[in-house]
């Protein structure tokens, strides 16, 4: 494994780092020389900071995954067990206990400390001994700062000059090693010779489900089912979810009229458990002259924890922070800006079938000032560019496919059949279908989409003026290349204009669940929005505005689609998984919005056709237009697609500019002549 030698060098750097302060993490453990309450965490802390140790020490002599299966799964759970919802009420990791605990004074730094030390789980897996060394030296210098306090009063002065320096401590930890962090990032999404995950998926014997067990990752029973599944599955199923996962790939270079054959990688995102299928694409990838990168996700240990650090950079950000952060992001791509132009971009493989997630907001979990939300989009918005500069838009695609998982419940095998049947429904069908009603709504001046029983949404979207409709279209014909399944048209409106109420009753959006969800646009901005989640209306705006508008003040709606896989849609109400369907099938499912970017982001001046030879003009919008002189206020790194079900929907109806109209769906149902076919999912009992 190649992996292995570019970690050598840096290792054995750290080598003597590493036997020095382990020592001193063991000795903390034994007895921690400061006060309670904190003496209790350091020592607790110490003793799963050794775990690591000894982790590593086996990864080291080339043993992990040689106990019997039932024993990896029990080093599996030991990492993870604080962290699992039945035991977070009573874990340092959990805010409100830590605070409850050490007080508010250091609650949130130590619990921001536990999070971090649980993130290098992993990296202890790939042998990572600079990672490792790096986050117990961390552990050591706060402790450092408590022992002062061993002997004497804790008196107001000594504990805040303790809390100046951790924080100092945080602070410039991860200002220093912000370029390790990146250089690891961007190392791992453009070499191949970071191959520890290939390691496991071409080398391992599948059959054995220990394998898992080599991520690291904590592996439930999502991970070890679905992998039982996919070895009962023949070889030939295996290759035909493979075929159309990496065809959507290479269709998504063919069809936007860019060269494959001068990119050297792509990288597959898959989740752990799906490597009979990985395998076989990988295979796939090589055979178009593309060595892969990797990375692979397990399924969350326990939402709530994710969401309650998804801000812990509150405690340690600043400009100075970002500006450092911006020029080792930088000088990371500069080092391999051979290898990340030679990038082709993401193959992703998506999961579903978890129940929708609503968290609960915590007052001691950290939180970004206003301040700090601005340099938050700030530094996304640089970090964005400098990646396009390198991994340029023009060049790149990608595709994504999802599945199930045996989360979704006892049907599940169905399920998973019937999902790869959606993947690989009738391309010609839904493209001529979709070609019969961009004909019509090409003719749009505004189109008008209206809810209906409960639903409120009534709203115009404003549609791009053609110069030449023999020649040019306003909407893309989307069919299964890089986004499968089939089974949309969209544009980009045009922002003036584009005004109204969008709403649905639930949705689930970035893994997070929103209960009548309701936002307003004027002139294609976002001007309002509210959803019932939460008792207080503050808490319901600030989790959209962290949510889904990322910390911006407003966002443009970047994308208006017509959903028409009626097939998915069906799919979800005879299985009553409609709330557990990903963006990336709902979004098929009926009437979506982004909001944010449009779907052309950094590719608006490249010519792309629909099948029927017309260019697709409408590519960008008055925010995007902005990249010609304000680059900054162009891009705003966020695309998030909202559907309104078709249960849900009245009518979408195109008004041309002499006042004419003419109706798309009407009563939830296609009325376009030559698309009546898409209602028979719908009219099937």
Not at 108 to 129: D, K, P, Q, Y
Not at 131 to 138: A, D, G, Q, S, Y
Not at 140 to 147: A, D, L, T
Not at 154 to 162: C, G, Q, R
């Amino acid at each position: 494994m190649h992996y292995k030698e570019l970690y050598r060098e840096a290792n054995e750097q750290a080598a003597e780092r590493f036997s020095l302060v382990a020592e001193r993490v063991a000795g903390i453990a034994k007895e921690a020389e400061t006060i309670e309450p904190y003496a209790s965490y350091f020592k607790e802390t110490a003793a799963f900071l050794g775990e690591l140790a000894g982790l590593y020490e086996r990864e080291a002599q080339g043993t992990p995954g040689t106990e019997h299966i039932e024993e990896c799964g029990k080093i599996n759970h030991a990492l993870y067990e604080d962290i699992l919802p039945e035991a977070y009420a009573h874990s340092y990791a959990n805010p409100a206990y830590a605070v409850s605990v050490l007080g508010e004074q250091f609650g949130a730094a130590f619990s921001l400390l536990t999070a971090h030390i649980r993130a290098g789980i992993r990296e202890v897996f790939r042998g990572n001994l600079t990672r490792l060394t790096i986050v117990m030296e961390l552990f050591v210098e706060i402790y450092n700062s408590f022992e002062a306090l061993s002997g004497q009063a804790a008196s107001a002065d000594a504990l805040a000059e303790t809390e100046k320096e951790i924080r100092q401590t945080i602070y410039w930890y991860f200002h220093d090693y912000s370029e390790l962090f990146n250089e690891a990032a961007i190392e791992r999404l453009v070499n191949p010779a970071e191959d520890f995950e290939r390691g496991i998926v071409m080398e391992s014997d599948l059959t054995d489900l220990r394998y898992l067990y080599r991520y690291g990752a904590y592996i439930g029973e999502n991970e070890k089912k679905i992998a039982a599944f996919l070895n009962g599955m023949s070889q030939e199923e295996i290759q035909a979810m493979a075929d159309t996962y990496t065809e959507g790939y290479r269709i998504g270079f063919e069809v936007t009229g860019k060269d494959l054959s001068k990119k050297q990688t792509a990288q597959i995102r898959y989740p752990i458990g799906f490597e009979r299928m990985v395998r076989a694409a990988v295979l796939n990838f090589e055979n178009m002259g593309l060595k892969v990168t990797m990375r692979a996700t397990g399924t969350t240990v326990n939402k709530q924890y994710d969401y309650d650090h998804k801000e812990d950079a509150a405690y340690y950000l600043d400009k100075a922070y970002v500006e450092r952060e911006l020029e080792s992001w930088r000088t990371s791509f500069e080092e391999r800006k051979s290898l990340a132009a030679g990038h082709a971009g993401p193959a992703v493989i998506e999961v579903f079938g978890e129940e929708p997630f609503s968290p609960e907001s915590k007052k001691e979990a950290l939180h970004y000032s206003d301040k700090q939300q601005k340099l938050c989009v700030y530094q996304k918005s640089q970090e964005g560019q400098i990646t396009n500069q390198y991994i340029k838009g023009e060049e790149r695609s990608f595709t994504i496919i999802a599945y199930p998982l045996p989360a979704i419940g006892e049907r599940f095998a169905e399920i998973f059949a019937e999902t790869v049947k959606i993947n690989t429904l009738d391309y010609m069908l839904y493209r001529d279908m979709q070609q019969k009603m961009i004909d019509v709504l090409d003719q749009a001046d505004k189109v008008h989409i209206t809810g209906k029983g409960a639903n409120k949404t009534d709203l115009y979207v404003n549609i791009w003026k053609l110069k030449d409709p023999a020649k040019e279209t306003a909407f893309e014909n989307c069919v299964a290349d890089v986004n499968i399944p089939v089974g949309e048209v969209f544009t980009s409106p045009v922002l003036e204009g584009t005004t109204g109420k969008l709403f649905v009753s639930q949705v689930y959006l970035n893994e997070l669940n929103y209960e009548n969800l309701e936002i307003d646009f004027k002139d294609g901005m976002i001007e309002n929005y509210t959803c019932t989640n939460f008792a207080e209306e503050e808490e319901n705006r600030k989790y959209i505005r962290d949510n889904v508008l990322m910390h911006h003040e407003t966002l443009p709606m970047g994308e208006f689609a017509i959903g028409t896989n009626t097939t998915a849609y069906r799919m979800a109400r005879d299985y009553d998984i409609a709330a557990k369907l990903p963006i990336l099938i709902a979004e098929k499912t009926g009437p979506h919005f982004a909001v944010g970017d449009t779907c052309y982001s950094h590719e608006e001046d490249n010519v792309s056709y629909n099948p029927d030879g017309k260019a697709i003009v409408a590519r960008e919008n008055a925010v995007s237009a902005l990249r010609h002189t304000d680059m900054e206020k162009a891009y705003l790194n966020c695309h998030t697609d909202i559907t309104i079900p078709y249960d849900e929907l009245d009518k979408i109806t195109v008004i041309r500019a002499d006042g004419t109209t003419v109706d798309i769906i009407s009563d939830g149902r296609f009325v376009l002549a030559g698309t009546e076919a898409l209602n028979e999912p719908l009219d099937r009992a």
